[in-house]
């Protein structure tokens, strides 16, 4: 079962995370010329990325749903959250890399190519959804149906059994 202090505690965590993503997301262009802080924001955020997938797995884990082996049922509630973190995960690291391997020697030099300028717009349209996406799911893990043997978890077993 679900303990509200635990799960304020795992939320704020979460919270904490994406405001850290939303950040460097902002503001780690303003950082250009110096690469070696522009680096460890960018592997600090990945990290944070990665800690988050992890953290949305524990809480699959913990439910009652995935304990009574409907491990489908809850990707299909949320695979578009799954998905879309992989998928951005993926664009981060892209970019980042891309972003140091261009900028590394020269900082002072403004360099934006157009594959670089494409792959910047969709990081950024995919944190968005990202965001949203992610803060809805582990909200929506905080309800008590996923803790507990009820009603429409029955039906949705007996289902699958057919």
């Keep these: 079962m679900l303990q509200t202090s635990s799960y304020s505690l795992v939320l704020s965590l979460q919270f904490l995370l994406l405001s850290y993503d939303l950040f460097v997301n902002s503001f780690s262009e303003l950082l250009r010329t110096a690469p070696v802080i522009q680096l460890v924001l960018f592997i600090i955020q990945d990290v944070a990325i990665l ?3 992890i953290i949305i797995c524990l809480m699959f884990f913990n439910t009652f749903v995935f304990q009574a082996g409907l491990v489908s049922l809850l990707f299909h509630k949320f695979k578009g959250t799954i998905i ?23 900082s002072q030099r403004f360099v934006w190519t157009d594959g ?47």
Aim: proline fraction near 1%.
């Design 51 to 53: 800690f988050n997938i």
């Design 84 to 106: 879309l973190t992989v998928v951005y995960l993926a664009l981060s690291i892209s970019l980042h890399v891309w972003v140091m391997n261009l900028r590394w020697k020269n």
């Design 116 to 162: 670089l300028q494409t792959l910047f717009v969709f990081q950024r349209l995919a944190a968005v959804l990202y965001c949203y996406f992610y803060k809805r799911a582990a909200v929506r893990l905080g309800d008590p149906r996923f803790y507990q043997d009820s009603l429409w978890l029955r039906k949705a077993f007996l289902q699958v059994r057919r």
